[in-house]
């Protein structure tokens, strides 16, 4: 039976973690190898490196990064952030990432997603959504949800799946940082209408927000990043939950 | 021990070389002819879609060099659906070692099928020591059915083909080089256990 995913998402900037992770057991706590070798081994079914990078340099890096996560890593993993055409792309998926995440580019310029499926294939192209709820419409963002667009959230995912990408990635601004669960209202509506596997991001702050979103919010995988840094949340026992709740995990 | 990991630009095969580097060996990226016919085990690695995959293998003569390969060798992901009839992606002509078609995945069920999923009825050698039910990872829309050289299963809507073998050739649905420990044992049986 295919199982649910737990995805730590960790945060790079110039080949470095950012907002700090609270590993003890970690030689260098902003060696982002380090880390995504520990969190294979405790049982990550996946992992998300987001580049937050804003010079050209910090994207270089995040390159080599990727061959070094490639070398050590047993687990599959996603690259995203600021990647915005076909060479972007082509470069992290021969250095080794097994997916590519797009975002913002995919707004700005839609057919980005039909360009790099046709050349890589759906199955690695991602397409992260990051939106908000505003008086009962989820609006898409950009810019790490500072910028609205005109894009309702529903009608953007639906237009992604139809251009090919493999999955989608959707980040809920009004759950994001508060610890209070996933916005499985929204996440369910995506799943059930779309037919590509659904990540939900945004809003894990305790066991029980993960069941709800897995039952719920109908998510094919669960992102986080403080609770997981921060060992708030040991996804050992998250996944343990998961199986007494009958909720189909890799242990 | 000489691997060649046949190079055809279509894949993550970097990853593939890790994996292997990990378990204590090198392998060599290559798209020559003599190289891969000298090789003591050959990996055909593959992502994307299977048309232009396909076309590649024609462009390089590669589609009637592989099907003659006397070495083990193991076709991964798209690798083990091209070593299959044929396929319904872009509808094109496989190499026909195994003798199953290629089908989409229906949709009762999310495509492309992303994660981890369990392989079972386990019938050969490359599952040395891996026990029933273990998990691997699997990123596909298209699947082969179970038939006589299936040597392991999946069930994703259906029952189908996880792994198959003809002879001296094997393939994988799922990767190997992202499977965890699990993955690591059956790329390790591929290269110490089979010849």
Known sequence: ?251 | MKIVIIDYGAGNIQSIKFAIQRLGYEAVLSHDVKEIKEADKVIFPGVGEASSAMKKLRASKLDSIIPELKQPVLGICLGMQLMCKSSQEGNTLGLGIFDVEVVKFPKTVKVPQIGWNQISNLKSKLFKEVKENEHIYLVHSYYAPVCKETIAQSDYAINYSAALQKDNFFGTQFHPEKSSLVGERILKNFLVHIN
């Not at chain 1, 907002?19 to 990550?44: C, H, Q, S, W």
């Not at chain 1, 708030?232 to 009958?246: D, G, M, T, V, W």
Request: proline share 3%.
């Open chain 1, 1 to 251: 039976m295919l199982t649910k995913r737990i995805i730590p998402c960790l945060d790079i900037k110039n080949g470095r973690t950012v907002k700090g992770v609270n590993f003890v057991d970690l030689r260098d706590a902003g060696d982002p190898v380090e880390l995504a070798e520990i969190y294979a081994k405790t049982g990550a079914d996946e992992l998300v490196f987001l580049d937050i990078s804003a010079t050209e340099e910090g994207r270089r890096t995040l390159a080599d990064l990727v061959l070094r996560v490639a070398e050590k890593v047993n687990i599959p993993f996603t690259v995203g952030g600021g990647i915005s055409s076909v060479e972007d792309v082509d470069i992290l998926l021969q250095n080794g990432a097994d997916k590519v995440s797009i975002n913002s580019s995919a707004v700005k310029n839609p057919q980005l997603i039909n360009d790099l499926v046709a050349k890589f294939g759906s199955q690695c192209i991602v397409v992260a959504i990051d939106a908000k709820e505003i008086d009962g419409e989820w609006i898409v963002h950009l810019v790490g949800g500072k910028v609205p667009t005109k894009l309702n959230l529903f009608n953007w995912a639906k237009e992604v799946e139809e251009r090919g990408a493999g999955e989608i990635l959707f980040t809920s601004m009004n759950h994001d940082g508060t610890k209070n669960g996933f916005a499985n209202e929204a996440l369910a509506k995506l799943s059930t209408e779309l037919n590509i596997p659904i990540i939900a991001s945004g809003g894990a702050g305790k066991i029980s927000h993960f069941t709800d979103t897995f039952i719920d919010g109908k998510a094919d995988a669960a992102l986080a990043a403080s609770v997981f840094h921060f060992k708030e949340i040991s996804i050992k026992e998250l996944k343990e939950e998961l199986h007494r709740n009958a909720i189909p995990v890799r242990l």
